[in-house]
């Protein structure tokens, strides 16, 4: 029994590979500011819509896994739920890299103005781990 668990798994995690090889998306984490493009469709037409906010969670794995972007206009909050996978998306660029503590950023609901902003991380922070070699470097 336990090996049949082991090889679902095992496929499972494949499946979840073989499906984001098809769909190219940048890294991105809570805290982190996003720009989605994606598909809107009014009557016959069809167009690319942009919608920039701040990831305040990603639920989910694999195929079923979603994000939630929030920005505020006009001083009204907005939030959307975008599903990771889904063909509706036509591309996401990560604007600004995040440093937060915390998975859920569900504070920033209660928050007004310029206390909703998240301090930047240091570009180089994401892109290159901090080892012997780096410190070393330096």
Request: zero cysteines; aromatic letters at 6%.
């Amino acid at each position: 029994m336990a090996e049949a668990k082991k090889d679902k798994r095992g496929k499972e995690a494949r499946k979840a590979k073989k499906i984001e090889e098809r769909h190219e998306l940048p890294e991105f984490f809570p805290g982190d500011t996003v720009k989605v493009f994606s598909k809107f469709k009014e009557g016959d037409k069809e167009r690319v819509q942009a919608f920039q906010g701040t990831v305040i969670q990603i639920k989910g794995r694999n195929e079923s896994k979603t994000f939630t972007a929030r920005k505020v206009t006009r001083g009204i909050g907005v939030e959307r739920i975008f599903p990771l996978l889904s063909p509706m998306i036509v591309k996401i660029e990560v604007k600004k890299h995040g440093k937060v503590r915390r998975a859920k950023l569900y504070y920033l609901r209660g928050k007004k103005g310029k206390e909703t902003r998240v301090k930047q991380e240091a570009q180089e922070a994401r892109e290159k781990p901090a080892g012997p070699e780096t410190v070393a470097a330096k």
